[in-house]
């Protein structure tokens, strides 16, 4: 028993007692008159206080005390009907009248009090599921707003697939599947599956039930029809939620499917764009060779193949690239590293474009002091490559392309300029797209991302000639890199 039922009890009774009291010794103020007054009086105010029942049988106590010491003939239960009948009836009906009409009242206030908490609580809950990415976490949140709901009880289970309750038995697993595949409650009192001693409830969304709720035997004592409506609007707040995020899950997956779908359209047409020239160019030369060999010179012969050869290598190179991206761009990517010294990664690059017989090579400046960086030597290489064709073939004349190397802000900062054309700002974001690179351009800023690096374009701020790519990787190499 509650603490706060027992005191109101014993102040019912207190009340009653002093009445008895009262009525056994009475006073001079006390008077047949005014009795009946004063015990209408108390027992209002004891009625509050006790159980409908028992207060009906202590005013019933009070009156036959009032007779037995105030109604002549005085200690007798004896009523003179024509002279005190009228009185005592009269009594004993006010007083029960006003008993059932103030604990009416009292549960009536009950009631109401207890529907606006559930209305906030169900308030509460459905902001709380608002504020969450995944309403499924608050799973027992909601069983302990439905034990309240149930005023004690303890076998209110509540899950989203019948194997997640340990406790249920066959039966009981197949009606929760039942429940859970109709989206419709069940069991006693629904009309559906009546001869079943459990109830269940389903968590509804719009389109199907994520969960159910299980009230075992008989253990909620409450008002079952309110208790069911209660608790199904709180479950039906869970099944909306998760119908919410299901629907969210959904647009995104779409987003991302259109996105990827973009991504890939992009792709294919930077691959079909870089691939074009070069190849256009082997096919005139090697056509020329094969239509005018009788009419060409040994030089003009050679020139055609030496053309073929530079264009092959560029072909052989879009499709390194092109391989490489398409690695990076897997899920769960893995890509080893190691400690690389930026000089030998510098040298490895420039002996390759002597080795392609480049137009004319860049001119190199390497901060001293620098670092030994964790990360993937080919794959940095492979950048650097890309940006210093591209400047050359861009740059316009020889000695106009530069690479420094230097260390600034906690990175190692590889920037590569020439003094071609530069950049409209609008392009910037774009990078050197603008200017034909394409898969290199991608291939690059994928190599910064798993390098937890960056790539950056910009040109000269007083002329706005030329670009400088910026490639920058971290020094710090404790920090965990390949994902």
Same mark, same amino acid.
């Given at each position: 028993?509650?603490?706060?039922?027992?005191?109101?009890?014993?102040?019912?009774?207190?009340?009653?007692?002093?009445?008895?009291?009262?009525?056994?010794?009475?006073?001079?103020?006390?008077?047949?008159?005014?009795?009946?007054?004063?015990?209408?009086l108390?027992?209002?105010?004891?009625?509050?206080?006790?159980?409908?029942?028992?207060?009906?049988?202590?005013?019933?106590?009070?009156?036959?005390?009032?007779?037995?010491?105030?109604?002549?003939?005085?200690?007798?239960?004896?009523?003179?009907?024509?002279?005190?009948?009228?009185?005592?009836?009269?009594?004993?009906?006010?007083?029960?009248?006003?008993?059932?009409?103030?604990?009416?009242?009292?549960?009536?206030a009950?009631?109401?009090?207890?529907?606006?908490?559930?209305?906030?609580?169900?308030?509460?809950?459905?902001?709380?599921?608002?504020?969450?990415?995944?309403?499924?976490?608050?799973?027992?949140?909601?069983?302990?707003?439905?034990?309240?709901?149930?005023?004690?009880?303890?076998?209110?289970?509540?899950?989203?697939?019948?194997?997640?309750?340990?406790?249920?038995?066959?039966?009981?697993?197949?009606?929760?599947?039942?429940?859970?595949?109709?989206n419709?409650?069940?069991?006693?009192?629904?009309?559906?599956? !009546?001869?079943?001693?459990?109830?269940?409830?389903?968590?509804?969304?719009?389109?199907?039930?994520?969960?159910?709720?299980? %009230?075992?035997?008989?253990?909620?004592?409450?008002?079952?029809?309110?208790?069911?409506?209660?608790?199904?609007?709180?479950?039906?707040?869970?099944?909306?939620?998760?119908?919410?995020?299901d629907?969210?899950?959904?647009a995104?997956?779409?987003?991302?499917?259109?996105?990827?779908?973009?991504?890939?359209?992009?792709?294919?047409?930077?691959?079909a764009?870089?691939?074009?020239?070069?190849?256009?160019?082997?096919?005139?030369?090697?056509?020329?060779?094969? !239509?005018?060999?009788?009419?060409?010179?040994?030089?003009?012969?050679?020139?055609?193949?030496?053309?073929?050869?530079?264009?092959?290598?560029?072909?052989?190179?879009?499709?390194d690239?092109?391989?490489?991206?398409?690695?990076?761009?897997?899920?769960?990517?893995?890509?080893?590293?190691?400690?690389?010294?930026?000089?030998?990664?510098?040298?490895?690059?420039?002996?390759?474009?002597?080795?392609?017989?480049?137009?004319?090579?860049?001119?190199?400046?390497?901060?001293?002091?620098?670092?030994?960086?964790?990360?993937?030597?080919?794959?940095?290489?492979?950048?650097? !490559?890309?940006?210093?064709?591209?400047?050359?073939?861009?740059?316009?004349?020889?000695?106009?392309?530069?690479?420094?190397?230097?260390?600034?802000?906690?990175?190692?900062?590889?920037?590569?300029?020439?003094?071609?054309?530069?950049?409209?700002?609008?392009?910037?974001?774009?990078?050197?797209?603008?200017?034909?690179?394409?898969?290199?351009l991608?291939?690059?800023?994928a190599?910064?991302?798993?390098? %937890?690096?960056?790539?950056?374009?910009?040109?000269?701020?007083?002329?706005?000639?030329?670009?400088?790519?910026?490639?920058?990787?971290?020094?710090?190499?404790?920090?965990?890199?390949?994902?």
């Amino acid at each position: 028993m509650k603490p706060t039922v027992l005191l109101t009890g014993v102040m019912g009774f207190t009340l009653w007692a002093a009445l008895m009291l009262v009525l056994a010794y009475p006073h001079d103020w006390v008077s047949l008159a005014n009795a009946p007054v004063l015990l209408i009086l108390v027992s209002s105010i004891y009625s509050l206080l006790l159980p409908l029942s028992l207060s009906l049988a202590l005013s019933a106590l009070a009156v036959l005390m009032f007779n037995y010491q105030m109604v002549p003939p005085v200690h007798t239960l004896h009523v003179d009907l024509h002279e005190h009948g009228i009185l005592l009836i009269t009594m004993m009906g006010v007083s029960w009248l006003i008993t059932y009409l103030l604990r009416r009242q009292k549960q009536i206030a009950a009631l109401e009090r207890q529907q606006a908490q559930r209305t906030l609580q169900l308030m509460q809950w459905s902001e709380k599921l608002r504020e969450v990415d995944n309403p499924q976490h608050l799973l027992s949140d909601l069983h302990q707003l439905l034990l309240g709901l149930a005023e004690g009880a303890t076998r209110v289970l509540i899950g989203f697939t019948s194997h997640e309750l340990e406790l249920l038995n066959p039966t009981q697993m197949k009606a929760f599947d039942a429940c859970l595949q109709e989206n419709k409650a069940l069991g006693r009192s629904t009309g559906r599956y !009546d001869n079943l001693e459990d109830l269940y409830l389903p968590m509804r969304g719009k389109s199907k039930a994520y969960g159910v709720c299980v %009230c075992m035997g008989t253990d909620i004592d409450v008002n079952e029809a309110v208790w069911v409506r209660d608790a199904q609007a709180l479950l039906d707040q869970m099944g909306l939620a998760c119908d919410r995020r299901d629907n969210a899950l959904r647009a995104q997956s779409a987003r991302e499917s259109a996105q990827t779908q973009k991504t890939r359209s992009l792709f294919l047409t930077s691959i079909a764009h870089d691939q074009r020239t070069p190849l256009t160019s082997i096919m005139t030369s090697a056509s020329a060779i094969l !239509d005018q060999t009788d009419r060409l010179s040994q030089d003009e012969i050679r020139h055609y193949a030496e053309l073929i050869q530079e264009e092959t290598q560029q072909v052989a190179r879009l499709t390194d690239n092109t391989l490489t991206l398409a690695r990076l761009s897997g899920e769960q990517v893995q890509v080893p590293m190691q400690l690389e010294s930026v000089e030998d990664m510098v040298a490895a690059v420039l002996q390759r474009l002597r080795k392609r017989k480049a137009m004319y090579l860049p001119t190199v400046k390497v901060a001293s002091g620098l670092p030994l960086l964790n990360c993937n030597m080919v794959l940095v290489e492979q950048v650097l !490559d890309n940006l210093i064709d591209n400047a050359i073939k861009h740059s316009g004349a020889p000695g106009s392309v530069e690479l420094n190397v230097l260390q600034q802000q906690g990175e190692v900062v590889f920037r590569v300029a020439d003094r071609g054309q530069g950049m409209q700002s609008q392009l910037k974001s774009q990078g050197d797209e603008s200017r034909g690179l394409g898969i290199g351009l991608q291939l690059c800023k994928a190599v910064a991302q798993v390098h %937890c690096g960056r790539l950056e374009f910009s040109s000269d701020a007083k002329t706005g000639q030329g670009v400088i790519a910026s490639f920058a990787l971290p020094m710090n190499t404790s920090q965990e890199y390949g994902t």
